[in-house]
């Protein structure tokens, strides 16, 4: 008896988990043609590489941040900052999925290994492909900049990279409908 209901248990222990792991996958994806409000979270390779976050304020607003860094030759060190960007529809259309032209404006501060602090300004210019049934982009961006502090230099920045759109809200009411 004992050794049926244990099986019973473990089974029932078993099912939840895994309708609670479909649950949150659901939950955090956004839906492929909709994700614009939702959190965009990847990678970016380039320089700097790192972490890139996107979260669209609405169709053509957005701010994306970036946590990098830097492996150039006596300029290795990290990178944390912030741009808001525009994004044009109508520059670029494709078949399937969606291809804005983006541009907007940046701040971003470097602090070099052995070599103190930088912050600089920056323009970042690109291209992303919104991929028309998942909830994911890839871009390419290049973002020339001058550097305010400590002294007047031009920046370079430029990146390839990929971001996956998920909304934090749906994922926390599903844990809490589950808890």
């Known amino acids: 008896?004992?050794?049926?209901?244990?099986?019973?248990?473990?089974?029932?222990?078993?099912?939840?988990?895994?309708?609670?792991?479909?649950?949150?996958?659901?939950?955090?994806?956004?839906?492929?043609?909709d994700y614009k409000g939702q959190y965009g979270i990847g990678l970016a390779l380039g320089?700097?590489?790192?972490?890139?976050?996107?979260?669209?304020?609405?169709?053509?607003?957005?701010?994306?941040?970036t946590l990098g860094y830097s492996i150039?030759?006596?300029r290795e060190g990290i990178n944390i900052g912030a741009d808001f960007l525009l994004h044009n529809y109508d520059f670029i259309t494709a078949e399937k999925g969606k291809i804005p032209f983006y541009y907007g404006a940046g701040i971003h501060l470097k602090s070099y290994n052995n070599a103190g602090n930088q912050?600089?300004?920056?323009?970042?210019?690109g291209l992303a492909y919104?991929?028309?049934?998942?909830?994911?982009?890839?871009?390419?961006?290049?973002?020339?900049?001058?550097?305010?502090?400590p002294e007047p230099s031009l920046v370079?920045?430029?990146?390839i990279g990929g971001?996956?759109?998920?909304?934090?809200?749906?994922?926390?009411?599903?844990?809490?409908?589950?808890?």
Request: no cysteine; aromatic share 14%.
């Open 163 to 179: 971001r996956f759109y998920f909304d934090p809200n749906k994922a926390r009411r599903a844990l809490e409908g589950r808890i």
């Open 119 to 125: 912050i600089y300004a920056r323009v970042p210019l």
């Open 72 to 74: 150039i030759e006596g």
């Open 47 to 65: 320089e700097p590489s790192g972490f890139s976050i996107k979260k669209f304020n609405n169709n053509s607003e957005a701010f994306q941040y």
């Open 1 to 33: 008896m004992g050794w049926k209901t244990f099986n019973i248990e473990h089974l029932f222990a078993s099912m939840n988990k895994v309708a609670l792991a479909i649950a949150l996958t659901l939950s955090v994806m956004a839906s492929a043609q």
């Open 130 to 149: 919104e991929v028309k049934d998942l909830p994911l982009d890839v871009f390419f961006e290049f973002a020339p900049g001058i550097a305010v502090i």
């Open 156 to 159: 370079t920045n430029f990146a």
